[in-house]
């Protein structure tokens, strides 16, 4: 059953998106973003984004030098083939801006600043264009040097999850209850499909289609064609991203249960699986094991056959999904002692970053 608390949980995220782009208000409290790859993490947390050391910890830049607080950061920072980190604002000010991993310093000679909303969403990069969903509703096009390159796209709703992409359509869910397929070239492919209840995150891209969960409590597995269907059912709402690893789809909802479907068969692989608190972040699977945060704050792994490896409590509330950086597994909680931890696949605490005042 749907808690009071979740559904009040969602709405003052959503409320909170509406007053900062309609009444100037900046949204000042969120959870952070992460990215990384093998030698930074990079954290949107609030007035910064900064660049971490994942051998040590330690920081080693954050942009801007000084607070604006009209310039807030949330959003997860995409690294793009060519040497960019890409990342917009959610504050009253909402440049959509490129970074050198690097050094922090700007790319570009002049942000985009085209957006009416705030940018919650992560862009997607795909043969040489930047595709940036916005909560106001539209998918903006870029060039990779900032300039818009095509007419934006109205979708309708506030886009909050990343584009997807089977290396030529585009799949893009929003909060109005709709999934649209997009064909770069020509625009919308067919008509929205309704999933029954608002997405947040993003599809899953599968065999020949793509699994989509929401808060209608369900996962769909949608075809390029827009053919789609029910594959599996949740408890509760589900936030993030389903985790498609070959004939098993893994998913969450925000009983916290964690699922694990067989494709083939349609059925569960174990029983109900609860560890402690809701799951808004998305699972991660690195090999054998998947890994899983909650909002109560604690962090697991799971091995194959739904059992718990390790468990590990960075505390403070979990909705940003883990990622990987070589040999480690990052975590960012909120409201925690900490910005970030890192722990190996043994579950050994490698370091953690606090930003300096």
């Not at 043969?127 to 998918?139: C, Q, R, S």
Request: glycine letters at 10%.
């Amino acid at each position: 059953m749907k808690t009071k608390r979740l559904m009040l949980f969602f709405l003052l995220a959503l409320g909170a998106i509406l007053l900062s782009a309609c009444s100037g208000r900046p949204l000042s409290n969120n959870w952070p973003g992460l990215a990384a790859d093998a030698q930074r993490a990079y954290i949107s947390s609030g007035s910064f984004i900064y660049a971490v050391d994942v051998q040590n910890g330690r920081e080693v830049w954050r942009y801007p030098a000084e607070v604006d607080n009209k310039v807030l950061f949330y959003a997860n920072p995409v690294l793009t083939q060519d040497g960019q980190l890409l990342i917009g604002s959610a504050g009253t000010n909402h440049p959509f801006i490129s970074l050198n991993p690097a050094t922090g310093k700007e790319n570009w000679p002049k942000n985009f600043s085209g957006a009416k909303g705030a940018w919650l969403a992560s862009p997607l990069v795909l043969n040489g264009k930047i595709y940036a969903p916005n909560t106001d509703g539209f998918l903006y096009t870029l060039d990779m040097n900032g300039n818009e390159a095509a007419d934006p796209i109205k979708l309708g709703g506030a886009l909050w999850s990343t584009p997807s992409t089977d290396g030529e359509l585009l799949y893009v869910t929003s909060l109005d209850h709709r999934f649209y397929v997009i064909d770069p070239v020509k625009g919308v492919k067919n008509d929205p499909i309704d999933l029954g209840g608002a997405a947040p995150g993003s599809p899953a891209i599968g065999n020949d289609g793509v699994y989509v969960g929401s808060f209608a409590s369900t996962v769909e597995f949608i075809q390029p064609s827009g053919q789609h269907e029910v594959v599996a059912t949740a408890e509760n709402w589900i936030w993030g991203t389903p985790a498609f690893d070959g004939e098993t789809l893994y998913y969450a909802d925000l009983d916290g249960i964690i699922y694990s479907l067989d494709l083939a068969s349609g059925g569960q692989n174990w029983d109900a699986l609860q560890p402690d608190g809701p799951i808004v972040a998305n699972l991660l699977v690195v090999g054998d094991q998947i890994y899983a945060a909650t909002e109560s704050g604690s962090f697991f792994a799971l091995d194959r056959d739904g059992k718990i490896v390790w468990e590990k409590i960075p505390g403070g509330k979990i909705y940003t999904s883990p990622v990987i950086s070589g040999d480690l597994i990052l975590v960012a909680p909120y409201q925690a002692e900490f910005s970030l931890a890192a722990y190996d696949a043994d579950g050994k605490q490698a370091w953690t970053f606090t930003p300096e005042k």
